[in-house]
């Protein structure tokens, strides 16, 4: 029951309009949770850091925060493997040193401006020539694929939710997939059977959020097993809805990535599957990656295909890269991925829209003004915050473009080393969303195995 109104908190809460509904705690205008806190009485929960306990109450708390008891359960189940996909640490130090815990977006700043003036624009100049070597066949891909027409016309279920611009994304990337074979439209009239060698009778949602992705999938291709992949809990999910799905079976898996051991997972042993995900964000493409096409044997999930958007490359960490070897081939060290992963921000950091150019586009601007002779480095200026400061927006974004561009690049090779046919292409135009690049792929044709 709501508090009554003299015993109500003070807190106003602007976007409600209101004043918070909650009980003031005794001897004060306002509830436990707008209170004011002194810092150092306050300490993060050794469980999840995500909220803060009193100093004297954290030996009670821990041992019934809502999180301790998920995580018992999770340690319980034959599919968790902790740090299974987090990376190789010996590879790190063989090869680069010391491995690096969570790097910071502050301490990724600090390698910037740390830099001297030179060395900065000797980064910028290395990038550019790598970008130039590796990444000139991203093609536009925007499909809409027929079988798609149904979320497309409106002709679903209305109390699902409907925003365009995510059905145009969803739809492009289930698209792309049957482009490449590895998704067969259903007939109508005649059901998927598993034993059709052609038929994906599963899907793993990597990062599945409320799983409208797959969602899609289900009523469009007739995928008949489903596995979302998310470790945070979510409202409004497109559980309820595939649930109600005639012999459809449905498996959420609260869980980290980094954790998850898919070869375990039994029900999905020897099955069929294809892997996506929409907008997985910085190390959680590299952690699908390894967690689908990693440790491959007779018993594991036959991967059919993937789709993967990738974004925020700006929380990408060296530890968890797919492929260090390659970044190391083309002469970036580990710190200059690092200052790479922070220029990717840049990309994103503006409204730029439909103003940003696909990767031709870039490489025309670029020698544009290096013809024109806008390029011109000034050595009357002191240090890399000046430099960046007197960068034009776009000029930054296109930087950061190529970054994104390099590590992704990366992420593909390594797929394709591990047998699968993939590429990168644009799978919807910028105006809709500039982090619009997707990792696809497929198995090999007979021919080209």
Sequence with gaps: MAARSGSRCNFWLPKKKRSCANTRIESSLFCGNHSQRSDGQWLPCPIDPSHSVLQ??????????????????????????????AGNQEEDEENIGSCYSVVTSEMKRSLVYGMSVSTFHQLVKKIEEVHGGICNDIEDSHLSPEACNIWFNKE????????EKHVLQQGSILGNLEKIGALKRCNTNVECSEKDEDSVPAVVEFGAGRGYLTQMLADCYGVKKVYLVERKSYKLKADRSLRQKENLVLERMRIDIEDLNLNAVESLQGVPYVAVGKHLCGPATDLSLRCCLSRQDGESPVLRGLAIATCCHHLCQWKSYINKEYIISLGITKEEFLTMTWFTSWAVDDDHGSKVPGVEGIDLIASKEEEGGDKVEDDSLSSVEEVVKKMKPMERAFLGFKCKQIIDAGRMKWVKKHGLDSKLVKYIPASISPENTLLVAGKLSPVLA
């Design 56 to 85: 004297e109450n954290l030996e009670s708390h821990v041992k019934r925060c809502p999180l301790l008891k998920q995580n018992v359960a999770l340690s319980g189940q034959v599919f968790y493997q902790k740090g299974i996909n």
């Design 156 to 163: 679903i279920d209305r109390k699902l939710p409907f925003q």
